[in-house]
């Protein structure tokens, strides 16, 4: 079946360590989007890519780095210049720009110890 | 600026009874709307969507979501809540037309049902 996978699902990770997060999807989507959630805060957006080799800073973008060297996956890593990490962070998807609606993985929860 | 508001953070109904959960856009133009469902600690699940057309939209389980122009609202209805609809809701908009890729999210309701 087609859609996005997430992992680690769950991640430990020491102050100053750099961490990152997989996200693959199967769907033959051209846009791919990370976002962060907190509790309280709804989804904030991090990056997201609207093409391959292609990426825009959402607004909340310090501490984090992408890439988007194939269609199909978009990692981010959570650098070390990130303050507050802790975090529950969601991929997501859409075929592209004014087609529908976004399809989302199931989630990375992020624990700095 | 754009935005997405959800009034209510908590929401407790009784099993059986009606639902009707908040949602109020502001935007240059009428956007795309969406509501999502999340269950602690897993990703979201899209419940309906809103392009154009009829502004009663029909949604998987037995959610229904009117656009009301007028007042920017999106509106999520049940008539009839299941224990099972316990989890929290979000509304969205998007994508923008003015051609970004941004979509916006409320911060969410969370829904508890009483048995």
């Known amino acids: 079946d087609g859609g996005i996978t997430q992992s680690p699902k769950y991640l430990f990770r020491k102050e100053g360590q750099n961490v990152t997060l997989s996200c693959e999807q199967n769907?033959?989507?051209?846009?791919m989007y990370w976002y962060r959630q907190d509790p309280g805060q709804g989804l904030r957006l991090i990056y997201y890519s609207q093409i391959v080799n292609d990426f825009q800073k959402g607004d909340i973008a310090e501490g984090y780095s992408v890439s988007r060297e194939k269609k199909e996956s978009f990692p981010l890593t959570v650098t070390s210049a990130q303050k507050n990490p802790t975090a529950f962070y969601l991929c997501a998807s859409t075929l592209g720009w004014n087609t529908g609606e976004l399809f989302f993985g199931e989630g990375s929860r992020l624990t700095v110890l | 600026a754009q935005s997405v508001t959800q009034p209510d953070i908590h929401i407790t109904v009784s099993e059986g009874a009606s639902l009707e959960l908040r949602c109020n856009y502001s935007y240059g133009a009428t956007p795309y709307l969406f509501w999502y469902v999340q269950s602690p600690g897993q990703g979201l699940q899209l419940l309906l969507k809103?392009?154009?057309?009829?502004?009663l939209v029909q949604g998987i389980k037995g959610f229904e979501a009117e656009f009301k122009r007028s007042q920017s609202s999106f509106n999520l209805r049940k008539p009839s809540v299941h224990w099972s609809d316990a989890a929290e809701y979000f509304c969205a908009v998007g994508p923008p037309t003015s051609g970004t890729y941004k979509y916006i999210f409320g911060t969410g309701t969370r829904l508890k049902v009483l048995a």
């Open positions: 809103y392009f154009s057309g009829d502004t």
């Open positions: 769907l033959n989507h051209d846009a």
